[in-house]
């Protein structure tokens, strides 16, 4: 990413997370249809649970198709690296209202006790 742009983990998770039970589904040909149908939803929600840009579905939700196609969600925290932490920095340096000065702070703190 050349231009500093940076993917939220937010949606990283959920990209990587839809994209796994999206290569399931198709390694055992199961439709949308048959994956609602396991997890006892509609169609739609199934829809937003593949959305990998949609980053407002639960945990729950994404835990449960995952494991109405055969995987399991293991998640790692880690620390942050020194250039991830610092690039918050950066933000907080220039952010412009107490909102967005105390998520970063809050970012930056688990990035650095991820590990502990």
């Given at each position: 990413?050349?231009?500093?742009t940076?993917?939220?983990?937010?949606?990283?998770?959920?990209?990587?997370?839809a994209?796994?039970?999206?290569?399931?589904?198709?390694?055992?040909n199961?439709?949308i249809?048959?994956?609602?149908e396991?997890?006892?939803?509609?169609?739609?929600?199934?829809?937003?649970?593949?959305?990998a840009?949609?980053?407002?579905?639960?945990?729950?939700s994404?835990?449960r198709?995952?494991?109405?196609?055969?995987?399991?969600?293991?998640l790692?925290?880690?620390?942050?690296?020194?250039?991830?932490?610092?690039?918050?920095?950066?933000?907080?340096?220039?952010?412009?209202?107490?909102a967005?000065s105390?998520q970063l702070?809050?970012?930056?703190t688990?990035?650095?006790?991820?590990?502990?």
């Amino acid at each position: 990413m050349s231009n500093h742009t940076t993917i939220s983990p937010e949606l990283e998770l959920k990209r990587s997370l839809a994209a796994s039970i999206l290569q399931k589904m198709e390694q055992d040909n199961l439709s949308i249809s048959a994956l609602a149908e396991r997890i006892g939803t509609g169609r739609t929600a199934v829809r937003r649970i593949l959305d990998a840009q949609n980053t407002s579905i639960t945990f729950r939700s994404m835990s449960r198709a995952a494991q109405a196609v055969g995987l399991k969600i293991k998640l790692i925290a880690e620390p942050m690296s020194p250039d991830e932490l610092g690039h918050f920095a950066q933000q907080l340096a220039k952010s412009k209202t107490k909102a967005e000065s105390a998520q970063l702070i809050t970012r930056i703190t688990e990035g650095f006790y991820a590990g502990s």
